[in-house]
T-cell receptor
Framework: DQQVKQNSPSLSVQEGRISILNCDYT??????FLWYKKYPAEGPTFLIS?????DKNEDGRFTVFLNKSAKHLSLHIVPSQPGDSAVYFC?????????????FGKGTKLSVKP | DAGVIQSPRHEVTEMGQEVTLRCKPI?????LFWYRQTMMRGLELLIY????????DSGMPEDRFSAKMPNASFSTLKIQPSEPRDSAVYFC?????????????FGNGTRLTVT
């Protein structure tokens, strides 16, 4: 029973265009959402996060949108660069929970073609 | 800062053997986590520690798995006896605390293959 779902295992985008990675969740008690990026043979690294009291958070080329009514969040990368090619994990945390309560999706592999 | 350091990077062992994975968290981080990544289940939390004390081990698959944190700079995850279904990438992570602005810092993982 997956509480955090990334339904697209892979995504291919042209350099310079927008990449949109999607994530759906089922638990309405999640109050904090994060995106991690993972390169091959490395551990995931934190990218960006958003609290449930917001609907948008922006950091440079990366923007995360949260739609609580739809239980959906997305990560936008504009413009996409070849160095963005990686696996992206969506994660969510229960209300009042700790980092130990993070639930991860299975990831989406992004390929940005030059 | 060297980041979270895991050893070994790769481990190949035969079924029934004992396997020990090691982790050195970032100095000053109070929380340490062990995750396992598989194709089927993705990233799943096995156990985490706060100030060297295990807080939640509900993700540990079975009694064959055990984890210890004898001091603030070292943790081990042991599998005894190992089985082929334990083959996965095992990640250790640490964080300063559990605040919003304290994300997990992952090591580069140990790829375990049990034949």
């Amino acid at each position: 029973d997956q509480q955090v779902k990334q339904n697209s295992p892979s995504l291919s985008v042209q350099e310079g265009r927008i990449s949109i990675l999607n994530c759906d969740y089922t638990n309405s008690m999640f109050d904090y959402f994060l995106w991690y990026k993972k390169y091959p043979a490395e551990g995931p690294t934190f990218l960006i996060s958003i609290s449930s009291i917001k609907d948008k958070n922006e950091d440079g080329r990366f923007t995360v949108f949260l739609n609580k009514s739809a239980k959906h969040l997305s990560l936008h990368i504009v413009p996409s660069q070849p160095g963005d090619s990686a696996v992206y994990f969506c994660a969510a945390r229960n209300y009042g929970g700790s980092q130990g309560n993070l639930i991860f999706g299975k990831g989406t592999k992004l390929s940005v073609k030059p | 800062d060297a980041g979270v350091i895991q050893s070994p990077r790769h481990e190949v062992t035969e079924m029934g053997q004992e396997v020990t994975l090691r982790c050195k968290p970032i100095s000053g981080h109070d929380y340490l986590f062990w995750y396992r990544q598989t194709m089927m289940r993705g990233l799943e939390l096995l156990i985490y520690f706060n100030n060297n004390v295990p807080i939640d081990d509900s993700g540990m698959p079975e009694d064959r798995f055990s984890a210890k944190m004898p001091n603030a700079s070292f943790s081990t995850l042991k599998i005894q006896p190992s089985e082929p279904r334990d083959s996965a990438v095992y990640f250790c992570a640490s964080s300063l605390n559990t605040d919003y602005n304290s994300p997990l810092h992952f090591g580069n993982g140990t790829r375990l293959t049990v034949t």
